[in-house]
């Protein structure tokens, strides 16, 4: 706008002004009759508005008479409209000010919504965007048309998927719209959250072998392995609910005179199943490519503990004062890596995860800890003469075990947390007078770890302020398997009682009982699996037909799905879900004489 048309746009509003002053002036005294004690606020009021709206219009066409790039900023434009009101204006309750103020704000507005289309890329909005979690992406969502576009971006929505654990195998491809994605799994998650609260699922019993007892079991991401007096080895993938399940067959010639020997110990993970037997024999099979084993290992003596990577083909196996640690190799055979002599018996064996080039192992032998790396000698990590090592388990790049204190000088039982890669203590957890019988590190939320006690208390640690943060009182005759996540406990006791805990609320959701002890705890958020291993491994009484005495003496698997919407209690066991045609098996329950139809 130039000078002539602006001293146009003034001569203009004063000639306005004076004309609206004048008729002001005409109608004072009918004002005067009617409100004989305001006529000078109404006249003074007046003159001020117009004196507002005056100022105001001046200051806007001298902001547009500049370039863009020239206009005043923010407090600029407070102080010009500050010097512009006049003394009796400020003074009085007039309107102009709020008209200014109004003013004001609205050009603010206009110059900090769109900064993201004037100064910013939209990749580098997406960079900034990034940092939000998803309440603030919905917010920003709100704010305009161009926001709304960023923050609803794929990259953002997968990028808070892959954060917060849903679908961690899915890639940006995989589907069109993240957002609703995520809010997809936020909801399931929400519900299976309260399935678990309230017991709210389907429950199943796994099939057994009848003439035989259960000895060790261990399961890997829903999909389970038992092993048995009779040296038959089973497989259960609970993830299809197809719970027939498949014996790993060994070499062991038919016509060999005698029982097969015991399975000493089971480990699985997502392709390998391996079963030690007690005389020294290890199978190895590829869940992938058939039941029959794809490998055979050999000990002298008897196997006393073994151990397998989670995450790919290690094994470590502990027999007499021998350890072995066994890799794939270039063809993908399995080779020795490794092999260390310690000094005892080893206890417990473990696999240190996320290992990159040579694989780790530790192991304790009564009162000694052994750090065990492939590419070096077996190095001591802990040792005191006379406090034998109790529980153990392993994370990345730390160990837990549990110590009991002997001798003269009494100071309690506790837990012993070690860094692997400076290798020393870094924490001493505990001061119990029962000793530790299991921990959980691995499992645990950062900086927690969970642990059970002989005394019968499952204690939360917070290695932090190498504290507990909380105790709980939960079994009668110890705790004997425990497990964790970001909000519930699960223990197991030698009494057969798993319990399910809110730690947030020191608070017991619910318990179910079997008669024996509990041996393995394994879960996740859809899912729990539960094992009840016997003392004793032999049968008293030979009628094995028995229904009372395979009660007695076989042991349990029980596997748990809350995804389901159905009372656990209410659950059928698997032998319900046979078909009215199928062929006459092995019942072992009365009431089950009709079975369920299939639908």
Not at 126 to 144: M, P
Not at 244 to 257: R, V
Request: net charge negative.
């Amino acid at each position: 706008m130039d000078d002539h048309s602006l001293d146009e746009f003034r001569r203009r509003w004063q000639e306005e002004l004076a004309q609206a002053q004048a008729l002001r002036k005409r109608r004072r005294p009918e004002a005067a009759e009617r409100r004989p004690r305001r006529p000078e606020v109404v006249s003074g009021r007046g003159e001020q508005q117009a004196s507002g709206y005056l100022a105001l219009a001046q200051g806007l066409l001298e902001g547009a008479g500049r370039p863009p790039a020239a206009r005043a900023t923010r407090a600029e434009r407070q102080e010009a409209a500050s010097r512009s009101r006049s003394p009796p204006a400020r003074d009085a309750a007039g309107g102009g000010e709020q008209l200014v103020d109004q003013l004001i704000r609205d050009l603010n507005e206009m110059d900090d919504v769109p900064f993201f289309d004037i100064q910013l890329p939209y990749e580098l909005a997406i960079n900034i965007f990034q940092y939000l979690n998803r309440r603030e992406l919905g917010r920003c969502a709100q704010v305009s048309k161009t926001w709304k576009v960023i923050a609803e971006d794929e990259v953002l929505w997968y990028r808070l998927c892959q954060q917060e654990g849903h679908l961690p195998e899915s890639s940006i491809s995989d589907y069109s719209c993240w957002k609703l994605v995520f809010q997809e799994c936020r909801a399931k998650e929400h519900m299976l959250r309260t399935n678990w609260k309230n017991r709210k699922g389907a429950v199943s019993e796994l099939e057994h072998i009848p003439d035989a007892v259960l000895c060790d079991v261990h399961s890997h991401d829903g999909v389970v392995i038992a092993g048995y007096t009779s040296g038959d080895v089973r497989v259960w993938d609970t993830r299809t609910w197809d719970y027939t399940a498949p014996f790993l067959e060994s070499e062991f010639e038919e016509d060999e005179p005698g029982m097969q020997p015991y399975v000493s110990f089971v480990r699985i993970n997502s392709s390998l199943a391996v079963a030690a037997y007690e005389d020294g024999f290890l199978n190895i099979w590829n869940l992938r490519t058939g039941k029959y084993p794809i490998h055979r290992f050999e000990h002298d003596a008897r196997i006393q503990a073994l151990a397998l990577s989670q995450e790919d083909a290690t094994i470590a196996t502990a027999s007499a004062f021998d350890v072995v640690m066994l890799c794939p190799n270039e063809e993908g055979n399995l080779q020795i890596a490794a092999e260390f002599e310690v000094q005892k018996l080893v206890d417990y064996l473990e696999i240190v995860p996320d290992t990159e080039r040579y694989p780790v192992a530790v192991a304790t032998a009564g009162d000694l800890v052994y750090l065990l790396k492939a590419e070096d000698s077996a190095r001591t990590l802990h040792y005191v003469y006379g406090q034998p090592v109790t529980c153990l388990d392993v994370s990345a790049n730390q160990a837990a075990f549990g110590v009991k204190s002997l001798g003269w000088v009494y100071e309690g039982n506790k837990i012993l947390v070690y860094s692997l890669e400076a290798e020393r203590c870094v924490s001493k957890l505990g001061n119990a007078l029962g000793d530790f019988s299991c921990v959980n590190l691995r499992d645990s939320p950062p900086s927690l770890m969970v642990s059970g006690n002989m005394d019968r208390r499952v204690r939360i640690h917070d290695l932090r302020t190498d504290s507990i943060a909380l105790s709980i009182s939960a079994h009668q005759l110890g705790v004997s398997a425990v497990q964790m996540d970001d909000w519930k406990i699960v223990s197991g006791g030698e009494e057969g009682l798993v319990s399910v805990w809110d730690y947030r609320m020191s608070q017991k959701l619910w318990e179910v009982h079997s008669r024996h002890p509990v041996r393995h705890i394994s879960f996740n958020s859809h899912s729990l699996i539960t094992a009840h291993v016997p003392y004793e491994r032999v049968v008293r009484n030979a009628d094995l037909d028995n229904f009372a005495t395979h009660r007695r003496h076989r042991g349990l698997i029980q596997a748990y799905a809350f995804a389901v919407d159905q009372l656990a209690f209410q659950s059928t066991v698997p032998v319900c879900r046979s078909a009215c045609d199928a062929m006459p098996g092995y019942n072992y329950d009365l009431a089950l004489a009709f079975p369920a139809d299939s639908i």
